[in-house]
């Protein structure tokens, strides 16, 4: 087979790291890309295929309704412009032109993420409430006016402080008539997460990733929740020549996510962890008794999910060097880091045989230090 990044002269990296986009995100599998080279090979109505592709997806994550786009980001922003304008044609006409009425989201301040940035995009003001470290409902509440769009939550045990919890938020949320959009892209697994914010928790809408755990094309990203939202969305959404034309998204990912969603909830949960845990045995007792090295085992990744991974604090307090080495590596190796003294190590996006390569080089460069 042709290895195009050879062909091109592009280094290929391990992934000890997790599904980050900048690295290439996460490796679909073999029935993912049949499914989108079977899609490519034909002409459809766009339209029916994302209501079919919905409605199959919605059942499966057990939603009112369920649409594809082309990434959680995109997912937000389209989220957004069906809440502002409700699927009107004259609403989306008037975003399109610049007429539209003010539109505010609010987000509590410890829930501030780089890729809020996407309801800016989408012609809304963000309205931060609390401080960094917690949020009182009176806050929130004071913060709704008659431009309020929606509030925005973004949930994970990674982000710090006491924030009013989801449900707090609906409830606040829902008794003034206002929608609640989880931004959950990478809140996966547990697989229950498809259905726990919106069916469980009341949220109106909940947005994925799909080319982060649930390993669908890269461009590819989800939105479920309620139905006459998903309408909304929809009227915004390519192949409309509209606003949000600009996320269009193709039927090679809608045939790819819609495989990839369907594998994830049949996939063998139980098993997979066990093999990421002998992953992280197999690095601990690799590095264990090395003195220049604290190693400690985590159950939990940097967006708060049960995916496990091992822990490196160097003795000399430079983990940043050690991450250089190991980028700098032949091949070269991600991993995620705190920009402090703090480096780790993670199983869930390594090929057959990384793991070796890993530890090999980690022992190398420790040795050398
Ligand atoms: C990754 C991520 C996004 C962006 O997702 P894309 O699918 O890459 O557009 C948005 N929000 C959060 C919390 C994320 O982790």
């Not at 809440?83 to 539109?103: C, P, Q, W």
């Not at 809304?124 to 431009?147: D, L």
């Amino acid at each position: 087979m042709i290895d195009f990044f050879e062909g091109l002269g592009v280094e290929k990296k391990i992934n000890a790291a997790t599904t980050y986009t900048a690295i290439g995100g996460s490796l679909m599998d073999d029935e993912v890309l049949d499914a989108m080279r079977s899609a490519a090979g034909y002409f459809i109505d766009m339209r029916e295929l994302q209501i079919k592709a919905g409605e199959k997806i919605a059942k499966l994550t057990r939603n009112e309704a369920a649409f594809i786009t082309s990434g959680c980001a995109s997912a937000i922003v389209l989220s957004i412009l069906g809440l502002r304008t409700n699927g009107d044609a004259v609403e989306i006409g008037k975003v399109i032109s610049g007429t539209a009425r003010e539109s505010e989201v609010i987000i509590q301040n410890g829930h501030r993420i780089n890729y809020d940035a996407a309801i800016k995009l989408a012609g809304s003001k963000i309205v931060t409430v609390g401080n960094a470290i917690e949020t009182h409902a009176w806050q929130i509440e004071s913060a709704i006016t008659e431009f309020t769009t929606a509030i925005f939550f973004v949930p994970g045990s990674h982000l710090a402080g006491s924030t009013l919890s989801l449900n707090q938020i609906v409830q606040i949320a829902h008794a003034r008539g206002i929608p609640v959009i989880v931004d959950a892209a990478a809140q996966l697994p547990p697989v229950s997460n498809f259905w726990e914010f919106t069916e469980n928790l009341g949220a109106d809408l909940v947005l994925f990733s799909g080319g982060k755990a649930i390993r669908g094309p890269q461009a590819s990203g989800l939105i479920l929740g309620k139905a006459k939202h998903i309408e909304s969305i929809s009227a915004n959404a390519s192949p409309n020549a509209l606003f949000a034309r600009a996320l269009k998204v193709g039927k090679e990912e809608i045939a790819g996510l819609t495989t990839a969603i369907e594998r994830f909830i049949n996939l063998d949960h139980d098993a997979e962890l066990l093999s990421w845990n002998s992953v992280v045995d197999f690095w601990f007792e690799g590095l264990m008794g090395q003195s220049q090295l604290t190693i400690e085992k985590e159950s939990h990744n940097e967006a708060g999910q049960p995916v496990p991974r091992l822990r490196l604090s160097p003795s000399d307090g430079n983990a940043m060097k050690l991450v250089a080495q190991l980028k700098k590596n032949s091949p070269s190796i991600e991993v995620v880091h705190n920009s402090s003294n703090n480096l780790w190590l993670s199983p869930d996006s390594l090929k057959i045989g990384d793991a070796a390569k890993v530890l090999q080089a980690i022992l190398k460069f420790v040795k050398l230090s």
